[in-house]
């Protein structure tokens, strides 16, 4: 911090802040829409009428739905970096400010399973069955099980 006014600093930090809170919105947003959008194809693939006219609809809406699910695997693995970015920013900032015990260093701590003791006396720690990331893994779960339906019904319908 030696070149850097701090009140800059703390103006970067809220920015940082406001990115970081955006980017965490805008991840849950867009699962959202794609859990939809996957939907609306599968009610919409098993509303088709039987019979062979319909299988190559089935088809097209199962390539339809693949198609989402790797858009939405790749729109989750660039979130996931942007948040990253951010989180890492703003430990940067904490540092240069030396706040030892700022949210996003404590955060850090905290996610690791390091036992943590608040400035009020509160004593935390993660277990270690929380420690997985369920922004990425709940995503991550739900991109493969759609994209599993999406498989057995191009197979299905093709066979």
Do not use: C, K
Not at 53 to 71: E, T
Not at 88 to 96: S, T, Y
Not at 102 to 109: D, E, K, L, N, S
Request: net charge positive.
């Amino acid at each position: 911090m030696a070149n850097e006014p701090e009140s800059r600093l703390y103006e970067e930090y809220r920015a940082a802040l406001q990115a970081y809170i955006f980017e965490g919105a805008a991840f849950w947003n867009r699962i959202t829409a794609f859990v939809l959008l996957n939907s609306a194809l599968l009610v919409a693939r098993n509303a088709l009428p039987a019979g062979g006219g319909a299988d190559w609809m089935r088809v097209g809406v199962a390539l339809l739905g693949l198609a989402a699910v790797l858009l939405w695997a790749h729109t989750a693995l660039r979130a996931h970096h942007l948040i990253a970015f951010w989180l890492a920013l703003l430990r940067d900032i904490e540092a240069r400010l030396d706040l030892t015990a700022g949210p996003f260093t404590v955060q850090a701590a905290f996610l690791v399973g390091r036992r943590l003791r608040l400035p009020g006396g509160a004593t935390l720690r993660l277990p270690w069955y929380a420690r997985v990331n369920v922004n990425d893994s709940t995503s991550a779960a739900l991109t493969a099980v759609f994209g599993a339906v999406w498989l057995v019904s191009l197979v299905r319908a093709s066979g």
